[in-house]
Antibody, heavy 120, light 107 residues
Framework: EVQLVESGGVVVQPGGSLRLSCAAS????????MHWVRQAPGKGLEWVSL????????YYADSVKGRFTISRDNSKNSLYLQMNSLRAEDTALYYC?????????????WGQGTLVTVSS | AIRMTQSPSSFSASTGDRVTITCRAS??????LAWYQQKPGKAPKLLIY???TLQSGVPSRFSGSGSGTDFTLTISCLQSEDFATYYC?????????FGPGTKVDIK
């Protein structure tokens, strides 16, 4: 059974930093690209970032480019999102999601999310 | 970025109804479209990919159609567990983009 478990969400002040983690199990982690998707309270889904199976390619939404960094450790079956220069508008539930393949596909499994609140 | 729109934004329906949700892309995306279901407090769940392919384990009352810019999700006989918000998503080009969602609630 595919499982994705996010962690690291907390309350942080504007301008602060945070690292989210996602622990993956139930599939061959290094065969698949991985995504982060976020959902602000009461709002829709917003794609944030993608990393290829080997970490060699990354993509970011314009809203986070230059502030967020996606990475992965295939030896630990883990995905990360380093979030810097946080803004109030980054407040959201952050989901880790598995790509169906190489990064140009739908998202076939999602974690339960970790909540990031940016507030003073 | 490709903009996705959905209609309606919300509606009420009864168990047993046939319901259709429409998704439109701002430019052609071939069949690179997925549909997700999200219930309150839960993660999104993949229902359909490649516009019309049912994800494993999804009931056959769900179906998808369309290509290019216009797509539909149909639930043939609405069940109580289907009351949720539905999102379409294009993965034709980066960044992947989601529609704003369609909330289906109980009449």
């Amino acid at each position: 059974e595919v499982q994705l478990v996010e962690s690291g969400g907390v309350v942080v002040q504007p301008g602060g930093s945070l690292r989210l983690s996602c622990a993956a199990s139930g599939f061959t982690f290094d065969d698949y690209a991985m995504h982060w998707v976020r959902q602000a309270p009461g709002k829709g889904l917003e794609w944030v970032s993608l990393i290829s199976w080997d970490g060699g390619s990354t993509y970011y939404a314009d809203s986070v480019k230059g502030r967020f960094t996606i990475s992965r450790d295939n030896s630990k079956n883990s995905l990360y999102l380093q979030m810097n220069s946080l803004r109030a508008e980054d407040t959201a539930l952050y989901y880790c999601a598995k790509d169906e393949g190489d990064g140009y596909n739908c998202l076939d499994y999602w974690g339960q999310g970790t909540l990031v609140t940016v507030s003073s | 970025a490709i903009r996705m729109t959905q209609s309606p934004s919300s509606f009420s329906a009864s168990t047993g109804d046939r319901v259709t949700i429409t998704c439109r892309a701002s430019q052609g995306i071939s069949s690179y479209l997925a549909w997700y279901q999200q219930k309150p407090g839960k993660a999104p769940k993949l229902l359909i990919y490649a516009a019309s392919t049912l994800q494993s384990g999804v009931p056959s009352r769900f179906s998808g159609s369309g290509s290019g810019t216009d797509f539909t999700l149909t639930i043939s006989c609405l069940q109580s567990e289907d009351f949720a918000t539905y999102y379409c998503q294009q993965y034709y080009s980066y960044p992947p983009t989601f529609g704003p969602g369609t909330k289906v609630d109980i009449k």
